[in-house]
């Protein structure tokens, strides 16, 4: 569970809460089911016009996304990069072969099979960069559609406020509805600011954060079997795939690594 997603969700309520109080209101008075409806029901069914009904539909796994850490095992791929690149150098790439089905990684399974079948180096770029951009392509895809939901929030608040005003102004002999109207003029307002700017908006940044984390860790894949093949010394290619990592982790691993 991502601790950061689950603060900023509490934490944007508690805010909201904290300025409701501080300013002498009550819980009551920001809650108007209309307003939900009208935001959040319209907003949600603008994307089923804007995207693909599987994508529509299918934005709510993504939403879950955001609240799971990603282990993307830069670590690791380090470490098992130099150990193949060691196998390599004593026994020849045809030997990586042996214990390939066993790797987790399906992107470096890929790639390690593309070099022990004998592709040259243009080749297994060739493909594995499409690969990577293909995935980022659909990455950027859900993240849009995110954004365009933080987009149309706004918009359907105003829609909201333009109702609530209607219906105000159509009742003005009727006191009694002058209250609940304009609750729905103005709630709906807060709550098209609050999807845009508190969930949407920054929900689509945390996915654009773990295509880049992920991204990251798939050049460091690419950069290491291209390595192997061309038969660098293992140690300088862990220096070169150190280089992808942060100073904290770098420094767990370094002495392993650059190891005379």
Request: glycine share 12%.
């Amino acid at each position: 569970m991502d601790l950061a997603t689950i603060i900023g969700f509490i934490g944007g309520i508690a805010m909201v809460l904290l300025g409701v109080f501080s300013s002498g209101s009550s819980v009551g008075g920001i809650i108007d089911i209309p307003s939900v409806i009208i935001v959040i029901g319209g907003s949600y069914m603008a994307l089923f016009i804007s995207s693909p009904l599987n994508m529509a539909i299918g934005i709510w796994g993504i939403i879950g996304r955001t609240m799971k850490i990603f282990d993307y095992g830069e670590k690791n791929i380090v470490q098992n990069l130099v150990s193949l690149a060691e196998k390599a150098r004593r026994e020849g790439i045809l030997a990586l072969e042996e214990g390939l089905d066993d790797l987790d990684d399906p992107f470096l399974k890929e790639g390690l099979r593309l070099m022990v079948d004998g592709n040259d180096a243009s080749a297994i770029r060739a493909i594995l960069e499409n690969e990577m951009a293909q995935t980022e392509a659909r990455h950027m895809q859900w993240a849009g559609i995110l954004n365009q939901w933080a987009g149309y929030a706004p918009g359907w608040g105003m829609l909201g406020t333009v109702i609530g005003l209607i219906g105000m102004l159509n009742n003005l002999e009727d006191k009694s509805s002058l209250g609940p109207n304009m609750a729905v003029a103005l709630i709906t307002t807060l709550y098209g600011s609050m999807l845009a700017n508190w969930l949407f908006g920054p929900l689509a940044t945390k996915l654009l954060a773990q295509n880049s984390r992920e991204m990251n860790s798939k050049e460091m894949v690419l950069e290491g079997i291209l390595s192997i093949q061309a038969g660098d010394n293992p140690r300088v290619l862990g220096q070169k795939l150190l280089t992808y990592l942060d100073p904290k982790s770098r420094k767990a691993i370094e002495a392993d690594i650059l190891k005379d």
